[in-house]
Structures are given as structure tokens and as C-alpha cells.
């Protein structure tokens, strides 16, 4: 009975011993896959390999390695467990905040990808201009502009796609329904990057609307005096309806002066080049 109660435990121990042999030959072979490409077959065979590694002893930046694999394969669950664990193990830490707010934002839970990306950003010792931009899209989406405008801020400060950067910051601020700081940063932008045709006509449309406000408001004094003429309250003779045109006119002369700004950004803009007629119509 104890000889075959020793042969047993020693059958154990070489089962345990070969399991062991088998994650590390596994191991190695995930770390060929993923210089290949294959993922899947990584994943696979990492996952099994640490489910089963004895007395094999692995760096825990494996984790990372595991978790990319799992990304890459769409195993967004198994990928974000495993970019956990190397962060717990302080491994590649804002490479894995990012990379699970790139699994997060593939799930659409555009909320816990923002999440990560602003974990990344503070964790991160390298330029953080791209994960910036990309925190920003997501709050934008999320309706959170405040958090829009501050990472579009931070890309434009590291010169990732500034264009960009500048003409979603604006938009970002109409929606905030600032619309001084909105034309303000379209001026700015303009002005840095002149050759980029939505900054001019997101500009020549801001001159536009200014403008036609203008016209609208001169058009308004002179109905109103016209229909005190109609009244009887004054003539068209009299000094007081004269300045009252000249009211309108100055709005007139304004309206022109920034709807030519707009047909210079934008030289096909309609709309400002009608409201230019209109205005010198009734100068």
C-alpha cells in the first residue's frame, strides 16, 4: 500500500512537472505569433499557458503582451482583465490605460474610454498629444464640452493635428453657446492656418451672420421711420428722418465691411455677396 501511495505522488509531480514544460513551450510559442501577427492564435496560447504555469516563472509585463493580443483578436473582455492586471503589476501602465480605453471605445462605452484616455494622459512620461485629441472626440460625444475644449487645448499645445484641433475646439464652444470665444478661436485658427478651407468658412459664416444682424437692424430703422412718415408723424423732408437714414447707413457700412471679410475668406459664399447688393442698394 505505501509503494503505491509513493508511485502516485511521484505521477503527480510529473504531471505538474510536464503541465509546467508545456506553458513555457506555449509561451514561446504565443511570443512567435504575436511577432507574426496572429493574435488569436497568441491569445490562445498565452491564456492557456498561464492558466497552467506550475513553476514556470513569467515577467508580469506578460500581461501587457496577453491584453494587446486579446485587443487584436476582439477579446475585449479577456483584454481588459489583462491590462488590469499589468497595470496592478506596473507594467506599460499608460500604454494599458490607453489601450483599454481603445477596447472600452470599440464596446462603445464612450464614457470609460474617456475614462482610460484621461489615465493614460496622467500616467504617461512621453508626448500625450494624440491621446489628448482622442479624449476630446470622445467628450464631445459624451456632451461634455467644457472637458472638449480643455483636451483639444492640449492637443493644439503638442501640435497634433492643430487644423483639427482649433476647428472642433470652436464647435465645441458654439454648442457651449459662447460666441465670442467661438468666433475668437476661428480668428486665431485662421490666422496660424489661413490655407485651411473649414476654418475660413466656418470664419466667412460667423462674418455672415454678424453681418446680415447688422443689415437687419438698418432695415429695421428705416421701416420704422418710413412708417411714421406713413403716420403722418413726419415727413421725408424733415431732418429727423434724415438721421434716421443715416442710422441705417452706418449699420449698412458695417454689415459690408465684415460680409467683404467673409467673400474673402470665402469667395463662393452666396449669401454674403446677396447681402453685400442689399446693403449698397440702400446706401
Known sequence: MMKRFVLL???????????????????????EAMKNRQYAEAFELYDNAMKNLGDVQVDASINFNIGFAAMQADKNEAALTYFDKAIEAEANVSKAWEYKGTVYNKMKDAAKALEC?????????????????????????????????????????????????????????????????YEATLVEANTKFPADQKIAGALANVYVGSGNELYTGGAAI????????????????????????????????????????????????????????????LL
Open 117 to 181: 484616455y484621461e489615465k493614460a494622459i496622467e500616467t504617461s512620461e512621453e508626448d500625450t498629444g494624440a491621446l489628448s485629441f482622442n479624449s476630446a472626440v470622445l467628450a464631445f460625444r459624451l456632451e461634455n464640452f467644457e472637458k472638449t475644449v480643455k483636451h483639444f487645448n492640449e492637443a493644439i499645445a503638442a501640435n497634433f493635428r492643430p487644423e483639427d484641433a482649433y476647428f472642433n475646439k470652436a464647435a465645441a464652444l458654439k454648442r457651449m453657446g459662447n460666441d465670442e470665444l
Open 222 to 281: 428705416i421701416n420704422a421711420a418710413n412708417q411714421k412718415v406713413n403716420d403722418g408723424a413726419m415727413t421725408t423732408a424733415d431732418d429727423a428722418y434724415t438721421a434716421e437714414l443715416d442710422k441705417a447707413k452706418v449699420e449698412f457700412k458695417k454689415a459690408v465691411e465684415l460680409l467683404e471679410k467673409a467673400l474673402k475668406l470665402d469667395p463662393k459664399n452666396a449669401n454674403a455677396q446677396k447681402l453685400i447688393d442689399a446693403c449698397k442698394q
Open 9 to 31: 505522488i511521484f505521477a503527480a509531480f510529473l504531471s505538474f512537472a510536464a503541465l509546467a514544460q508545456d506553458a513555457a513551450e506555449m509561451i514561446n510559442k504565443a511570443n
